[in-house]
Protein backbone atom coordinates (compact mmCIF):
# COMPACT_ATOMS: atom_id res chain seq x y z
CA UNK A 1 0.00 0.00 0.00
CA UNK A 2 1.07 3.46 0.52
CA UNK A 3 4.92 3.42 1.11
CA UNK A 4 5.67 4.28 4.82
CA UNK A 5 7.67 7.19 5.94
CA UNK A 6 11.57 7.41 6.14
CA UNK A 7 12.53 5.57 9.03
CA UNK A 8 12.84 7.84 12.24
CA UNK A 9 16.78 8.42 12.31
CA UNK A 10 16.74 9.40 8.57
CA UNK A 11 13.81 12.14 9.71
CA UNK A 12 16.55 13.15 12.11
CA UNK A 13 19.27 13.12 9.92
CA UNK A 14 17.44 15.64 7.43
CA UNK A 15 16.07 17.22 9.91
CA UNK A 16 19.98 18.63 11.22
CA UNK A 17 20.60 19.25 7.97
CA UNK A 18 17.85 21.34 7.40
CA UNK A 19 18.32 23.10 10.53
CA UNK A 20 22.47 23.15 10.36
CA UNK A 21 22.42 26.65 8.23
CA UNK A 22 20.29 28.58 10.84
CA UNK A 23 21.99 27.33 13.74
CA UNK A 24 25.29 28.55 12.48
CA UNK A 25 24.27 32.01 10.97
CA UNK A 26 22.63 32.52 14.64
CA UNK A 27 25.41 30.72 16.39
CA UNK A 28 27.80 33.25 14.28
CA UNK A 29 26.00 36.39 15.32
CA UNK A 30 26.29 35.28 18.99
CA UNK A 31 29.52 34.76 19.14
CA UNK A 32 30.69 38.50 16.93
CA UNK A 33 28.16 39.96 19.87
CA UNK A 34 29.79 38.04 22.47
CA UNK A 35 33.30 39.20 21.16
CA UNK A 36 32.19 42.81 20.48
CA UNK A 37 30.41 43.18 24.06
CA UNK A 38 33.62 41.41 25.93
CA UNK A 39 36.82 43.51 24.40
CA UNK A 40 35.39 47.05 23.19
CA UNK A 41 34.91 48.69 26.67
CA UNK A 42 30.88 48.79 25.99
CA UNK A 43 29.43 48.73 29.36
CA UNK A 44 27.56 46.16 30.58
CA UNK A 45 24.39 48.38 31.05
CA UNK A 46 24.44 49.36 27.69
CA UNK A 47 24.74 46.13 25.88
CA UNK A 48 25.26 42.99 27.48
CA UNK A 49 26.95 39.80 26.68
CA UNK A 50 25.01 37.03 25.41
CA UNK A 51 26.78 34.97 28.14
CA UNK A 52 25.69 37.46 30.93
CA UNK A 53 22.12 38.34 29.56
CA UNK A 54 21.81 33.79 29.46
CA UNK A 55 23.41 34.15 32.92
CA UNK A 56 20.93 36.72 33.87
CA UNK A 57 18.42 34.63 32.35
CA UNK A 58 18.72 31.33 34.38
CA UNK A 59 19.19 33.37 37.57
CA UNK A 60 15.79 34.92 37.05
CA UNK A 61 14.17 32.04 35.71
CA UNK A 62 11.18 31.95 38.10
CA UNK A 63 10.40 36.00 37.34
CA UNK A 64 10.39 35.43 33.68
CA UNK A 65 8.50 31.74 33.58
CA UNK A 66 6.17 33.92 36.21
CA UNK A 67 5.80 36.92 33.84
CA UNK A 68 5.17 34.71 30.77
CA UNK A 69 2.76 32.67 31.86
CA UNK A 70 0.16 35.57 31.63
CA UNK A 71 1.77 36.60 28.01
CA UNK A 72 1.08 32.91 27.01
CA UNK A 73 -2.61 32.86 28.87
CA UNK A 74 -3.17 36.35 26.46
CA UNK A 75 -1.64 35.19 23.38
CA UNK A 76 -4.00 31.88 23.47
CA UNK A 77 -7.33 33.07 24.28
CA UNK A 78 -6.74 35.91 22.07
CA UNK A 79 -5.74 33.66 19.42
CA UNK A 80 -8.67 31.39 19.77
CA UNK A 81 -11.13 34.53 19.94
CA UNK A 82 -9.80 35.93 16.65
CA UNK A 83 -10.12 32.40 14.78
CA UNK A 84 -13.30 32.09 16.21
CA UNK A 85 -14.31 35.66 14.68
CA UNK A 86 -12.78 34.90 11.35
CA UNK A 87 -14.19 31.79 10.96
CA UNK A 88 -18.01 32.51 11.86
CA UNK A 89 -16.92 35.42 9.48
CA UNK A 90 -15.51 33.84 6.40
CA UNK A 91 -18.43 31.99 6.14
CA UNK A 92 -21.07 34.66 6.09
CA UNK A 93 -18.54 36.71 3.72
CA UNK A 94 -18.91 33.34 1.63
CA UNK A 95 -22.22 32.97 1.65
CA UNK A 96 -23.50 36.88 1.25
CA UNK A 97 -20.94 38.19 -0.95
CA UNK A 98 -21.96 41.76 -0.50
CA UNK A 99 -20.57 41.78 3.03
CA UNK A 100 -17.24 41.52 1.79
CA UNK A 101 -17.76 45.13 0.31
CA UNK A 102 -19.55 46.23 3.44
CA UNK A 103 -17.26 44.90 6.07
CA UNK A 104 -13.51 44.46 4.67
CA UNK A 105 -12.59 48.21 4.37
CA UNK A 106 -14.07 48.37 8.29
CA UNK A 107 -10.99 45.50 8.54
CA UNK A 108 -8.30 46.77 6.53
CA UNK A 109 -9.12 50.54 8.40
CA UNK A 110 -8.41 48.13 11.79
CA UNK A 111 -5.37 47.21 10.27
CA UNK A 112 -3.79 50.42 9.68
CA UNK A 113 -4.49 51.18 13.66
CA UNK A 114 -0.84 52.20 15.21
CA UNK A 115 -0.42 49.32 17.93
CA UNK A 116 1.24 52.02 19.94
CA UNK A 117 -1.76 54.59 19.89
CA UNK A 118 -4.39 51.51 20.74
CA UNK A 119 -3.10 49.66 22.85
CA UNK A 120 -2.70 52.60 26.16
CA UNK A 121 -6.25 53.22 25.30
CA UNK A 122 -7.75 49.58 25.23
CA UNK A 123 -5.90 49.61 28.63
CA UNK A 124 -7.57 52.63 29.72
CA UNK A 125 -11.13 51.50 28.33
CA UNK A 126 -10.76 48.09 29.85
CA UNK A 127 -7.92 47.56 32.71
CA UNK A 128 -4.95 46.06 33.64
CA UNK A 129 -6.80 42.40 33.50
CA UNK A 130 -6.68 39.81 30.48
CA UNK A 131 -9.65 41.26 28.49
CA UNK A 132 -7.20 44.20 26.64
CA UNK A 133 -4.53 41.87 25.76
CA UNK A 134 -6.56 39.48 24.71
CA UNK A 135 -8.33 42.25 22.45
CA UNK A 136 -5.35 43.47 20.86
CA UNK A 137 -3.96 39.77 19.93
CA UNK A 138 -7.45 39.30 18.67
CA UNK A 139 -6.89 42.92 16.41
CA UNK A 140 -3.77 41.78 14.72
CA UNK A 141 -4.09 38.62 14.41
CA UNK A 142 -8.20 38.98 13.28
CA UNK A 143 -7.80 40.09 9.47
CA UNK A 144 -4.51 37.89 8.76
CA UNK A 145 -7.12 34.73 9.55
CA UNK A 146 -10.06 36.26 7.30
CA UNK A 147 -8.63 37.12 4.58
CA UNK A 148 -6.38 33.65 4.10
CA UNK A 149 -10.03 31.88 4.47
CA UNK A 150 -11.44 33.85 2.26
CA UNK A 151 -8.82 33.81 -0.27
CA UNK A 152 -9.03 29.88 0.34
CA UNK A 153 -12.98 29.38 -0.40
CA UNK A 154 -12.22 31.30 -3.51
CA UNK A 155 -9.71 28.93 -4.00
CA UNK A 156 -11.82 26.22 -4.71
CA UNK A 157 -11.47 24.62 -8.23
CA UNK A 158 -14.40 25.38 -10.29
CA UNK A 159 -15.28 21.89 -11.38
CA UNK A 160 -15.53 20.25 -8.18
CA UNK A 161 -18.31 22.95 -7.67
CA UNK A 162 -20.09 22.36 -10.82
CA UNK A 163 -19.93 18.67 -10.00
CA UNK A 164 -21.08 18.95 -6.35
CA UNK A 165 -23.96 20.98 -8.18
CA UNK A 166 -24.70 18.35 -11.03
CA UNK A 167 -25.00 15.84 -8.23
CA UNK A 168 -27.43 17.78 -6.39
CA UNK A 169 -25.56 19.36 -3.42
CA UNK A 170 -26.65 22.69 -2.11
CA UNK A 171 -24.79 25.64 -1.18
CA UNK A 172 -23.77 24.46 2.56
CA UNK A 173 -22.64 21.07 1.00
CA UNK A 174 -20.84 22.14 -1.46
CA UNK A 175 -19.00 24.98 1.17
CA UNK A 176 -18.21 22.05 3.92
CA UNK A 177 -17.26 19.22 0.58
CA UNK A 178 -15.52 21.62 -1.17
CA UNK A 179 -14.78 25.26 0.28
CA UNK A 180 -13.76 24.07 3.34
CA UNK A 181 -11.07 21.97 2.61
CA UNK A 182 -9.94 23.77 -0.29
CA UNK A 183 -8.79 26.42 1.83
CA UNK A 184 -7.28 24.19 4.33
CA UNK A 185 -3.67 25.45 3.00
CA UNK A 186 -4.50 28.83 2.59
CA UNK A 187 -5.75 28.93 6.39
CA UNK A 188 -2.48 27.55 7.51
CA UNK A 189 -0.35 30.30 5.22
CA UNK A 190 -2.54 32.41 7.60
CA UNK A 191 -2.12 30.75 11.02
CA UNK A 192 1.94 30.71 10.50
CA UNK A 193 1.82 34.62 9.92
CA UNK A 194 -0.74 35.77 12.58
CA UNK A 195 0.52 33.43 15.10
CA UNK A 196 3.90 35.51 14.82
CA UNK A 197 2.04 38.75 15.12
CA UNK A 198 0.03 37.48 18.15
CA UNK A 199 2.59 36.86 20.93
CA UNK A 200 3.87 40.85 19.60
CA UNK A 201 0.68 41.94 20.29
CA UNK A 202 0.21 40.43 23.69
CA UNK A 203 3.86 42.32 24.73
CA UNK A 204 2.56 45.13 23.56
CA UNK A 205 -0.98 44.86 25.43
CA UNK A 206 1.55 44.38 28.35
CA UNK A 207 3.44 47.33 27.88
CA UNK A 208 0.87 49.46 27.83
CA UNK A 209 -0.69 48.48 31.56
CA UNK A 210 -0.25 44.80 33.33
CA UNK A 211 -0.40 43.76 36.96
CA UNK A 212 2.18 40.67 35.19
CA UNK A 213 3.64 39.49 31.66
CA UNK A 214 6.46 39.26 29.69
CA UNK A 215 5.27 43.04 28.49
CA UNK A 216 5.44 44.56 32.07
CA UNK A 217 8.80 42.78 32.84
CA UNK A 218 10.39 44.45 30.17
CA UNK A 219 9.02 47.94 30.97
CA UNK A 220 10.50 47.21 34.50
CA UNK A 221 13.86 46.02 33.16
CA UNK A 222 14.47 48.82 31.28
CA UNK A 223 13.62 51.25 34.00
CA UNK A 224 16.21 49.65 36.15
CA UNK A 225 18.76 50.00 33.68
CA UNK A 226 18.49 45.99 33.19
CA UNK A 227 18.98 45.32 29.42
CA UNK A 228 20.26 41.77 29.92
CA UNK A 229 16.51 41.21 31.64
CA UNK A 230 15.41 43.28 28.84
CA UNK A 231 16.83 40.61 26.36
CA UNK A 232 16.01 37.70 28.68
CA UNK A 233 12.53 38.28 27.88
CA UNK A 234 12.86 39.09 24.53
CA UNK A 235 14.67 36.21 24.04
CA UNK A 236 11.77 34.01 26.12
CA UNK A 237 9.04 35.84 23.49
CA UNK A 238 11.25 34.64 20.79
CA UNK A 239 11.65 31.19 21.77
CA UNK A 240 7.61 31.47 22.84
CA UNK A 241 6.76 32.10 19.36
CA UNK A 242 9.15 29.84 17.35
CA UNK A 243 7.33 27.07 19.67
CA UNK A 244 3.70 28.44 18.24
CA UNK A 245 5.31 28.73 14.54
CA UNK A 246 6.47 24.92 14.65
CA UNK A 247 3.03 23.85 16.91
CA UNK A 248 1.20 24.97 13.84
CA UNK A 249 3.83 23.62 10.98
CA UNK A 250 2.94 20.29 13.00
CA UNK A 251 -0.83 20.69 13.52
CA UNK A 252 -0.61 21.39 9.24
CA UNK A 253 1.12 17.73 8.98
CA UNK A 254 -1.51 16.26 10.60
CA UNK A 255 -4.25 18.27 8.67
CA UNK A 256 -3.34 17.62 5.69
CA UNK A 257 -1.87 14.23 4.98
CA UNK A 258 -2.68 14.26 1.48
CA UNK A 259 -0.04 17.17 0.85
CA UNK A 260 3.19 14.35 2.04
CA UNK A 261 1.56 11.16 0.73
CA UNK A 262 0.78 12.85 -2.55
CA UNK A 263 4.31 13.82 -3.06
CA UNK A 264 5.44 10.00 -3.93
CA UNK A 265 3.48 8.86 -6.94
CA UNK A 266 2.81 4.94 -6.51
CA UNK A 267 0.13 4.42 -9.66
CA UNK A 268 2.58 3.12 -12.68
CA UNK A 269 1.76 3.61 -16.41
CA UNK A 270 -1.25 4.66 -18.17
CA UNK B 1 -37.40 5.97 -27.71
CA UNK B 2 -35.21 8.69 -27.77
CA UNK B 3 -34.46 9.93 -23.70
CA UNK B 4 -33.16 12.79 -24.01
CA UNK B 5 -34.57 15.46 -25.98
CA UNK B 6 -33.29 19.24 -27.09
CA UNK B 7 -35.36 21.47 -29.26
CA UNK B 8 -34.34 24.75 -30.55
CA UNK B 9 -31.55 25.41 -27.37
CA UNK B 10 -30.27 28.74 -27.39
CA UNK B 11 -28.44 30.78 -24.58
CA UNK B 12 -26.86 34.04 -24.60
CA UNK B 13 -24.30 35.34 -21.97
CA UNK B 14 -24.94 39.36 -21.96
CA UNK B 15 -26.01 39.85 -25.73
CA UNK B 16 -23.47 36.97 -27.26
CA UNK B 17 -25.02 34.47 -28.50
CA UNK B 18 -23.76 31.20 -27.37
CA UNK B 19 -26.03 28.59 -28.13
CA UNK B 20 -27.67 29.57 -31.77
CA UNK B 21 -30.19 27.04 -31.97
CA UNK B 22 -29.66 23.22 -30.68
CA UNK B 23 -32.02 20.63 -31.74
CA UNK B 24 -30.61 17.06 -30.42
CA UNK B 25 -31.74 13.32 -29.44
CA UNK B 26 -29.99 10.51 -27.64
CA UNK B 27 -31.70 7.46 -27.46
CA UNK B 28 -31.98 4.63 -24.30
CA UNK B 29 -28.16 2.83 -24.74
CA UNK B 30 -26.61 4.98 -27.34
CA UNK B 31 -22.97 7.03 -27.14
CA UNK B 32 -23.84 10.55 -28.45
CA UNK B 33 -21.26 12.77 -29.02
CA UNK B 34 -20.85 16.59 -29.78
CA UNK B 35 -18.31 17.19 -31.71
CA UNK B 36 -17.47 21.04 -32.08
CA UNK B 37 -14.23 23.81 -32.22
CA UNK B 38 -12.78 24.60 -29.12
CA UNK B 39 -15.01 27.86 -27.74
CA UNK B 40 -18.51 26.54 -29.64
CA UNK B 41 -20.23 27.11 -26.24
CA UNK B 42 -20.15 22.75 -25.80
CA UNK B 43 -20.15 22.86 -22.47
CA UNK B 44 -22.94 25.94 -21.61
CA UNK B 45 -24.98 22.78 -23.33
CA UNK B 46 -24.15 21.07 -19.88
CA UNK B 47 -24.62 24.00 -17.79
CA UNK B 48 -28.08 23.74 -19.54
CA UNK B 49 -28.75 19.90 -18.74
CA UNK B 50 -27.20 20.28 -15.40
CA UNK B 51 -29.12 23.13 -14.37
CA UNK B 52 -26.59 25.65 -13.76
CA UNK B 53 -27.74 27.92 -16.13
CA UNK B 54 -31.00 28.16 -17.84
CA UNK B 55 -31.53 28.75 -21.29
CA UNK B 56 -34.50 29.25 -24.02
CA UNK B 57 -35.73 26.57 -25.92
CA UNK B 58 -37.29 22.64 -25.32
CA UNK B 59 -35.48 20.11 -22.93
CA UNK B 60 -37.52 16.64 -22.40
CA UNK B 61 -35.78 13.98 -20.69
CA UNK B 62 -38.30 10.86 -21.29
CA UNK B 63 -40.62 13.34 -22.96
CA UNK B 64 -41.02 15.43 -19.70
CA UNK B 65 -39.81 18.97 -19.44
CA UNK B 66 -36.29 19.06 -17.63
CA UNK B 67 -36.40 21.00 -14.13
CA UNK B 68 -33.57 21.23 -11.45
CA UNK B 69 -35.99 18.52 -9.39
CA UNK B 70 -35.42 15.73 -12.09
CA UNK B 71 -31.92 15.08 -11.42
CA UNK B 72 -30.93 12.48 -14.57
CA UNK B 73 -27.56 13.00 -15.33
CA UNK B 74 -23.87 12.23 -13.89
CA UNK B 75 -21.69 14.49 -15.09
CA UNK B 76 -17.67 13.99 -15.56
CA UNK B 77 -16.43 17.57 -15.92
CA UNK B 78 -13.15 18.22 -17.95
CA UNK B 79 -10.38 16.72 -16.03
CA UNK B 80 -10.96 14.67 -13.11
CA UNK B 81 -11.87 17.13 -10.27
CA UNK B 82 -10.73 14.56 -7.98
CA UNK B 83 -10.72 16.38 -4.31
CA UNK B 84 -7.01 16.14 -3.69
CA UNK B 85 -7.64 15.57 0.27
CA UNK B 86 -9.79 12.24 -0.21
CA UNK B 87 -8.53 8.84 -0.74
CA UNK B 88 -9.77 7.32 -4.06
CA UNK B 89 -12.24 5.32 -2.61
CA UNK B 90 -14.15 8.36 -0.60
CA UNK B 91 -13.44 10.53 -3.80
CA UNK B 92 -15.69 7.90 -6.00
CA UNK B 93 -18.44 7.27 -2.79
CA UNK B 94 -18.84 11.10 -3.58
CA UNK B 95 -21.82 11.09 -5.55
CA UNK B 96 -23.97 9.04 -3.03
CA UNK B 97 -22.45 10.67 -0.40
CA UNK B 98 -24.18 13.56 -1.94
CA UNK B 99 -27.32 11.66 -2.38
CA UNK B 100 -27.39 10.64 1.02
CA UNK B 101 -26.41 7.25 1.31
CA UNK B 102 -24.07 6.25 4.10
CA UNK B 103 -20.97 6.15 3.92
CA UNK B 104 -20.27 2.46 4.84
CA UNK B 105 -23.20 1.65 1.94
CA UNK B 106 -22.03 3.73 -0.53
CA UNK B 107 -17.99 2.31 0.18
CA UNK B 108 -19.68 -1.11 -0.12
CA UNK B 109 -21.30 0.00 -3.21
CA UNK B 110 -18.40 1.59 -5.03
CA UNK B 111 -15.92 -1.43 -3.94
CA UNK B 112 -16.42 -4.43 -6.46
CA UNK B 113 -15.67 -1.31 -9.23
CA UNK B 114 -11.99 -1.38 -8.44
CA UNK B 115 -11.34 -4.13 -10.21
CA UNK B 116 -13.29 -3.29 -13.27
CA UNK B 117 -11.46 0.20 -13.50
CA UNK B 118 -8.16 -0.99 -12.95
CA UNK B 119 -7.94 0.94 -9.81
CA UNK B 120 -7.51 -2.51 -7.40
CA UNK B 121 -5.20 -1.96 -4.77
CA UNK B 122 -5.50 1.90 -5.04
CA UNK B 123 -8.20 2.56 -2.85
CA UNK B 124 -6.51 4.31 -0.04
CA UNK B 125 -4.40 6.31 -2.43
CA UNK B 126 -4.52 9.93 -2.44
CA UNK B 127 -5.09 11.32 -6.02
CA UNK B 128 -1.98 12.52 -6.40
CA UNK B 129 -0.05 9.25 -6.32
CA UNK B 130 -1.75 8.64 -9.14
CA UNK B 131 -1.58 8.48 -13.27
CA UNK B 132 -3.54 10.87 -15.55
CA UNK B 133 -4.85 7.67 -16.88
CA UNK B 134 -5.85 6.53 -13.56
CA UNK B 135 -7.32 9.69 -12.25
CA UNK B 136 -9.71 9.65 -15.24
CA UNK B 137 -10.69 6.10 -14.60
CA UNK B 138 -11.48 6.73 -10.67
CA UNK B 139 -13.17 10.22 -11.94
CA UNK B 140 -15.74 7.69 -14.38
CA UNK B 141 -15.76 5.37 -11.14
CA UNK B 142 -17.18 8.30 -9.61
CA UNK B 143 -19.71 9.39 -12.32
CA UNK B 144 -20.98 5.78 -12.87
CA UNK B 145 -21.54 5.09 -9.81
CA UNK B 146 -24.11 7.16 -9.00
CA UNK B 147 -26.37 4.81 -11.47
CA UNK B 148 -28.22 8.00 -12.99
CA UNK B 149 -30.47 7.86 -16.14
CA UNK B 150 -27.50 8.96 -18.20
CA UNK B 151 -23.76 10.06 -18.50
CA UNK B 152 -22.62 13.84 -19.42
CA UNK B 153 -18.85 13.57 -20.29
CA UNK B 154 -17.25 16.80 -20.72
CA UNK B 155 -13.83 15.97 -22.83
CA UNK B 156 -13.04 13.63 -20.01
CA UNK B 157 -9.51 12.33 -21.82
CA UNK B 158 -8.50 16.42 -22.92
CA UNK B 159 -6.22 16.95 -19.90
CA UNK B 160 -4.19 13.64 -21.22
CA UNK B 161 -0.87 12.79 -23.34
CA UNK B 162 -1.91 11.33 -26.76
CA UNK B 163 -0.60 8.07 -25.55
CA UNK B 164 -2.97 7.50 -22.44
CA UNK B 165 -5.94 9.37 -24.09
CA UNK B 166 -5.84 6.82 -27.03
CA UNK B 167 -5.33 3.63 -23.80
CA UNK B 168 -8.43 5.08 -22.46
CA UNK B 169 -10.58 5.66 -25.38
CA UNK B 170 -9.96 1.74 -26.05
CA UNK B 171 -10.62 1.09 -22.77
CA UNK B 172 -13.98 3.59 -22.63
CA UNK B 173 -15.45 1.77 -25.50
CA UNK B 174 -14.81 -1.52 -23.77
CA UNK B 175 -16.51 -0.82 -20.77
CA UNK B 176 -19.39 1.09 -22.83
CA UNK B 177 -20.52 -2.48 -24.34
CA UNK B 178 -20.76 -4.04 -21.11
CA UNK B 179 -22.43 -1.38 -19.47
CA UNK B 180 -24.65 -0.14 -22.22
CA UNK B 181 -24.79 3.64 -20.71
CA UNK B 182 -26.46 6.51 -22.23
CA UNK B 183 -23.82 8.90 -22.90
CA UNK B 184 -23.24 12.17 -23.96
CA UNK B 185 -19.66 12.83 -24.68
CA UNK B 186 -18.20 16.43 -25.42
CA UNK B 187 -15.31 16.90 -27.30
CA UNK B 188 -13.19 18.62 -30.52
CA UNK B 189 -11.27 15.40 -30.99
CA UNK B 190 -12.60 13.98 -34.46
CA UNK B 191 -10.85 10.50 -33.94
CA UNK B 192 -12.20 10.22 -30.38
CA UNK B 193 -15.61 10.98 -31.38
CA UNK B 194 -15.85 8.68 -34.44
CA UNK B 195 -14.20 5.92 -32.45
CA UNK B 196 -16.94 5.75 -29.45
CA UNK B 197 -20.20 6.97 -30.51
CA UNK B 198 -23.29 5.92 -32.10
CA UNK B 199 -24.17 9.21 -33.98
CA UNK B 200 -22.00 12.74 -33.95
CA UNK B 201 -23.80 16.09 -34.22
CA UNK B 202 -21.19 18.17 -35.19
CA UNK B 203 -21.63 22.14 -34.36
CA UNK B 204 -20.18 25.36 -35.43
CA UNK B 205 -18.46 27.43 -33.87
CA UNK B 206 -20.35 30.41 -31.73
CA UNK B 207 -22.91 30.93 -31.97
CA UNK B 208 -23.02 26.75 -31.84
CA UNK B 209 -25.72 25.39 -34.89
CA UNK B 210 -25.89 21.77 -35.07
CA UNK B 211 -23.81 21.69 -38.84
CA UNK B 212 -24.62 17.91 -39.23
CA UNK B 213 -25.90 14.74 -37.78
CA UNK B 214 -23.47 11.62 -38.85
CA UNK B 215 -24.93 7.98 -38.01
CA UNK B 216 -21.10 6.24 -37.92
CA UNK B 217 -21.30 3.07 -39.52
CA UNK B 218 -19.06 1.07 -37.68
CA UNK B 219 -19.28 -1.99 -36.29
CA UNK B 220 -18.67 -2.87 -32.52
CA UNK B 221 -16.56 -3.64 -30.51
CA UNK B 222 -14.71 -0.72 -32.78
CA UNK B 223 -10.90 -2.50 -33.36
CA UNK B 224 -7.88 -1.39 -35.77
CA UNK B 225 -9.65 -3.42 -38.61
CA UNK B 226 -12.09 -1.03 -39.46
CA UNK B 227 -9.48 1.95 -39.47
CA UNK B 228 -10.14 2.63 -43.31
CA UNK B 229 -13.36 2.80 -42.77
CA UNK B 230 -12.95 5.05 -40.09
CA UNK B 231 -10.39 7.36 -41.55
CA UNK B 232 -13.54 8.28 -44.26
CA UNK B 233 -16.18 9.45 -41.47
CA UNK B 234 -13.10 11.38 -39.86
CA UNK B 235 -12.24 12.75 -43.39
CA UNK B 236 -16.15 14.14 -44.13
CA UNK B 237 -16.71 15.37 -40.59
CA UNK B 238 -13.01 17.22 -41.09
CA UNK B 239 -14.70 18.63 -43.98
CA UNK B 240 -17.88 19.96 -42.60
CA UNK B 241 -16.11 21.70 -39.85
CA UNK B 242 -13.21 23.10 -41.68
CA UNK B 243 -15.52 24.54 -44.38
CA UNK B 244 -18.79 25.10 -43.23
CA UNK B 245 -21.34 26.16 -45.31
CA UNK B 246 -21.42 30.00 -45.07
CA UNK B 247 -24.42 31.00 -42.61
CA UNK B 248 -25.82 34.39 -41.84
CA UNK B 249 -22.88 36.16 -43.06
CA UNK B 250 -20.42 34.63 -39.89
CA UNK B 251 -17.08 34.66 -40.69
CA UNK B 252 -14.86 31.14 -39.91
CA UNK B 253 -11.52 30.69 -40.02
Known amino acids: MVSSSPSRPRQFAGLFAKAAPAVMSVGLLLVAWELYANYSGIKPTILPAPSRVFEQAMLNREALIDNAIPTIRATLIGFACSLGAAFALSMLVD ?29 LWFGFGLMPKV ?19 EATEVEIGQMLRAMGAGRWRIFMLARLPSALLYFFAGLRISITYAVVGAIFAEYAGAAKGLGIYMLNAKNNFRPDLVLAAVGVSAALTLILFGLTALLQRLAMPWERIGRQPAGQGR | MSRLELRHVRKA ?10 SLSVGAGEFVSILGPSGAGKSTLFQLLTGAEHGEGEMLFDGM ?27 TTLGLEVQGVKRKAARARVAPLFAEFGLAGFERHFPAQLSGGMRQRAAL ?4 VQERDMLLLDEPFGALDALTRAAMQRWLEQMWRHHRWTALLITHDVREAVFLSDRIYVLSARPA ?7 VPLPRPRDPSAAQQAGAVEAEILDILLNP ?3 KGHDHD
Open chain 2, 209 to 215: RVLREIR
Open chain 2, 141 to 144: LRTV
Open chain 1, 135 to 153: MLVALVTFFPMLVALVQGY
Open chain 2, 245 to 247: QPS
Open chain 2, 13 to 22: FGGLDVLGDI
Open chain 2, 65 to 91: PLDDHGRHFAFMPQRDALMPWRRILDN
Open chain 1, 95 to 123: FFQPLRRALFPVFIVSQTLPLVAIAPLVV
